[in-house]
């Protein structure tokens, strides 16, 4: 059996009965030391959230009733879930659902849609940057699993993140990148910082490995801020869903630096930061243990390869025929900025707006027949030509999905600055769909503390 010896795989705390699984949260402030330095944080139960694993079954239905004991609001978020007819457990603080406050309770219940690797975290403020966000597997029943899943000796959730030792404050570095909630920091900086505790011999996460096995290395970046490359000396991979090959064995002994490099701008690393840029003691990489002793793992003396090969992601196969939808029946134009720290949208050239969240939840008050205000119409282009001045992408999606949809960017502290917007799908198919169809929901009455809706166009109210 393959096992952390971080402690990791204390799966929390779930109780399953047949097709229903439910998880019992207590949402706590704790006092953490990731990387030597004791700072604040937020966790599940009074254990750092890294460990609060939500482990499910497709088909699966999956309860998670979470106690809030900050000191300020929270919600928590299905990150990667369609949320196909469970609109109101997306977990968007003022969309979707109203806070929960301080000693409120919530209830989350839904069914995975698809198998995969996803992850739950905080949609309020900053405190997702600040511990409260975990890992969410999915996994397909073995009759649905594609033969190279059949082939896999063992799986490990490998969880990599920026830290911020201080209170948030937009936009700033980080000051060190963990994997699995561990890492190292220069004590000789944290003195500089004015922090107290420190420890220079701060343990790493550890992965025991056993030569001529084969590994599912289940990847998240749960940065809120920097993009990740990942690598471990001296191996190579293999991304068996999307090439259709088996993955090759690993005959290795000894240990290995397992690396998560922390990149900037134009994904160019930095070799190292200065204290004017970045901050003293800035830390661009974590490090993690590879190690195929069944005993404790040595520091490893292995060296990071500088040779790579680049490879052509129009050149794959798809396991699954792409078939092309139809034409799209809207054309949307977004423009985006970052404007004196915060940020603005603007659509199809219109004026720039500065997001700002509701009074009500939107899903609650489009259901129940209140009027969609604030929706900004279409202006469409005049037909002139024009330029375009930064970077852009095309997106195409299908509209099935009735409800109300935050897209935003997921650098959190753009986010927090306002770069964000809603969109209203299928307005006219949740009136139907009346609010009363969310009333008898644990989110809308003991957290919004709606006890009536009344479903008419004309008079709606929620009291």
């Not at 369609?82 to 109203?98: A, I, P, R, V």
């Not at 720290?341 to 209140?370: C, K, Q, R, V």
């Not at 409800?403 to 306002?418: E, F, Q, S, T, Y």
């Amino acid at each position: 059996m393959v096992c952390f010896t971080a402690a990791f795989l204390a799966i929390h705390c779930g109780s399953s009965v047949g097709d229903h699984v439910t998880y019992d949260w207590r949402v706590t402030n704790l006092t953490a030391s990731y990387d030597g330095v004791s700072i604040r944080s937020i966790g599940i139960n009074g254990k750092t959230s890294d460990q609060s694993v939500l482990d499910v079954e497709l088909g699966q239905e999956v309860e998670v009733r979470a106690t809030i004991e900050l000191d300020e609001p929270t919600c928590l978020h299905l990150h990667g879930l369609k949320q196909l007819g469970t609109q109101e457990m997306d977990g968007t603080s003022e969309l979707t659902q109203c806070h929960i406050d301080p000693n409120g309770a919530a209830l989350y219940r839904f069914t995975p849609d698809k198998a995969g690797t996803f992850r739950w975290h905080s949609h309020y403020i900053a405190q997702y940057a600040y511990g409260l966000r975990g890992p969410l597997v999915a996994h397909a029943p073995p009759s649905e699993q594609q033969d190279w899943e059949k082939d896999i000796d063992e799986e490990f959730i490998i969880q990599m993140a920026d830290l911020y030792h201080r209170p948030p404050q937009p936009v700033r570095m980080w000051d060190n990148i963990l994997i699995n909630n561990r890492g190292r920091y220069h004590c000789t900086a944290a003195i500089h910082h004015n922090f107290t505790e420190c420890t220079d011999d701060q343990p790493l996460s550890q992965f025991h490995f056993k030569a001529g096995s084969k590994y599912l290395l289940r990847l998240i970046n749960m940065a809120a801020l920097s993009p990740i490359q990942f690598s471990i000396d001296d191996h190579e991979f293999q991304g068996s869903p999307n090439t259709g090959k088996q993955g090759g064995k690993q005959d290795q002994f000894g240990s290995f630096w397992m690396r998560a490099t922390g990149l900037l701008i134009h994904g160019l690393p930095w070799s190292r930061g200065t204290p004017a840029v970045a901050g003293e003691g800035y830390n661009y990489e974590g490090l993690a243990i590879v190690a195929y002793e069944t005993g404790g793992a040595e520091e490893p003396t292995s060296e990071q390869q500088v040779n790579m090969t680049t490879v052509n992601e129009f050149d794959f196969t798809p396991l699954v025929p792409v078939v092309l939808p139809s034409a799209p029946s809207d054309h949307t134009v977004l423009q985006l900025k970052m404007q004196d720290g915060l940020g603005y949208f603007s659509i199809d050239e219109g004026d720039f707006n500065h997001f700002t969240l509701p009074d009500n939840p939107p899903l609650y008050s489009i259901a129940a027949g209140l009027k969609t205000e604030d929706l900004l119409p279409a202006v469409h282009s005049d037909g002139n030509g024009w330029c375009l001045d930064a970077g852009y992408v095309t997106l195409r999606f299908n509209a099935d999905n009735p409800g109300v949809w935050i897209m935003h960017c997921h650098i959190d502290w753009h986010l927090l600055a306002g770069l964000a917007m809603v969109f209203v799908e299928g307005e006219e198919q949740l009136q139907q769909k009346g609010g009363n169809a969310f009333s008898s929901g644990m989110l809308l009455i003991s957290v919004c503390g709606y006890k009536h809706v009344t479903n008419s166009t004309s008079n709606s109210t929620m009291t």
